[in-house]
């Protein structure tokens, strides 16, 4: 093996994918199989996880899609239970679930005092509780053997205000917050090999804001357009740019790296518009 493939050797390792079935972690799934690794896909909507482990066992890698929910820890616990009974072994979490509602979104003809509370709740609960009772549940595990390490999604959004997701910003906000807090909690009370860290997509076309960002013609919307001018590399990012920051971050190439929150934005967060 060379002095490259040593540094960043994941082969073998086993990780798990909140939100398994969705567009980035599809990406972040088959970067981190084709790396050697072998990777849990959860989700609630069973079918899209599965077909996204097909898609990597159809070439060549390990994938397991498990139906679960971020949300119930006695589901995780179950959840725990079959992937150790499978793999023997959990070497990173994900925290990929997550996501908005409208919520919990101020349009422009909208102000604050719309806000709708419930919405607001559940994304708080999706993006925050969903990212913390899975680092309980199996971040628990990595505690006991003193290795492994959690990699959770914050936003450009917990930087920034950007109008409308009102509730996903403060929520992912907190996302980042706790990855601070539990990076520093593990290293205390477990030691050197528990690492916790984030990554700060900047913005990547998905499923949840595609209409806000593409015309059905494929030219930017207004946002759209606000969003590239923002953004000095000039594009949207594709979501195979992930893959090299996460295996970063899983590999000993990180070893004395936890607490951080790394945008992979083009520029995005740094750009002070002028
Ligand atoms: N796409 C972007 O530009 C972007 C930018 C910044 C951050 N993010 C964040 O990255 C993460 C993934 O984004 P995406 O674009 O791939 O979203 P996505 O909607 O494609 O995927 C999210 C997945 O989470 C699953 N999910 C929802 N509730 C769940 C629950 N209770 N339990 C288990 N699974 C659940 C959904 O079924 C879905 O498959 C999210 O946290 C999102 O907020 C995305």
Redesign the pocket.
Known sequence: MSYIEDLFDIRNRVYIL??????????IGEGLARAGARVVL????LA??QERAEKIIATGGKALALE?????VNVLEYTKDIILQHYGRIDGLI??????MPGATISPEKTIFDLQIPDFEKVLA??LN??VYPSLVFGKVMAENRSGVIIN?????AYRAITRVVG?SAA?AA?SNFTRWMAMEMAFKFGDGLRVNA???????????RALLINPDGSYTERGKKVIAQTPMGR??E?EELIGAVIYLCSDASKFVTGVVLPVDGGFEVYSGV
């Open positions: 909140t939100g398994g079935g969705g567009v980035l972690a599809g990406a959860l989700d609630i909507r899209n996880a679960s929910n971020v949300l119930d925290n990929l679930a997550g996501g908005n999706l993006n969903g990212t999604i914050s936003s450009m959004a996903y992912k996302v990554i700060a997509p900047g913005f990547f076309i998905g499923d949840q804001n949207f990012g979501p």
